[in-house]
């Protein structure tokens, strides 16, 4: 019979790829686990797969967050992941307050960021599930229903073919794997003494504030629109326009009339 796990006393920590890779960050997680009141109830080696994935975070497996969902595949089946299922009292707290403290330290993107564990009441017992029974028994998993509860993919990237937008965010994300974040960015917008600078921080999902960003740039491309995006999360900014005091104000506060984080820097000379 399956483990029935109770959301009280059971979650699950994921090391990702870029942690599992980094003897610093599974050594941290070590030391953080060591510290605290869990005791560790199985604890494995897996390589995942598509499914796996949209298993743990099933509003991806819909039509609403395309990029996001293409990215996250990528990146969680890039290598070697790292179970570690737990038991204790306020584990939910105590597995997020980890991974708080693992991202703070090493992560640098929602595709970088080295540990996932489950915070959601409606993700926490299917997690378990997934982790503790289907994936080291061969159980068959059942994913649950879940539509997501932000905006995603709007406007202008919403009418690209959905092939196109794959095609892009696969493009944009084999480059930055075999040369590194920077080779993939775009290049500061050259032409003006002023910039329009995006800053992490965005409240919406990712695939509508990269839709935001699509609309208000029309000229852009997607895997552009993705990779200013992204730099903004890994370098702490990226230049989205560079013209005018006026242009950039301007391309500034419509963005930010639209809730993500921008600022108006004068651009040193090239």
């Not at 939910?92 to 489950?118: D, I, K, M, W, Y």
Request: glycine letters at 8%; aromatic letters at 8%; proline letters at 7%.
């Amino acid at each position: 019979m399956p483990h029935q796990a109770t959301t009280g006393e059971l979650s699950v920590l994921v090391v990702k790829p870029d942690g599992y890779r980094s003897p610093r960050v599974r050594e941290y997680v070590d030391v953080l686990l060591d510290a605290s009141p869990l005791s560790v109830e199985l604890r494995y080696e897996v390589c995942l797969e598509d499914e796996d994935v949209l298993d743990t975070w099933p509003k991806f497996a819909g039509p609403k967050y395309p990029i996001t969902a293409e990215l996250l595949k990528l990146y969680l089946t890039s290598g070697p992941c790292e179970v570690i299922v737990v038991r204790g009292p306020e584990v939910v707290r105590r597995c997020a307050q980890l991974r708080a403290e693992v991202r703070a330290r090493f992560g640098t993107s929602a595709f970088a960021n080295c540990v996932h564990t489950p915070t959601e009441p409606h993700e926490i017992g299917p997690n378990v599930e997934k982790y503790l029974v289907s994936l080291p028994t061969g159980r068959p998993f059942v994913r649950h229903l879940d539509e997501g509860a932000t905006v995603g993919i709007t406007g202008r990237l919403a009418a690209v073919p959905r092939s196109v937008l794959l095609s892009e965010a696969r493009a944009f994300w084999r480059t930055a794997q075999e040369d590194g974040w920077r080779a993939a960015w775009r290049g500061r917008p050259a032409g003006g003494a002023y910039g329009t600078c995006l800053l992490p921080g965005d409240p919406h999902s990712v695939d509508h504030g990269m839709s935001l960003i699509a609309d208000a740039l029309p000229g852009l491309t997607p895997r552009e629109v993705i990779s200013a995006y992204v730099e903004a999360e890994v370098e702490g900014w990226s230049c989205l326009l560079s013209g005018t005091r006026e242009q950039a104000r301007d391309l500034a506060a419509l963005l930010t009339a639209q809730g993500l984080y921008t600022e108006v820097r004068a651009m040193a000379a090239a």
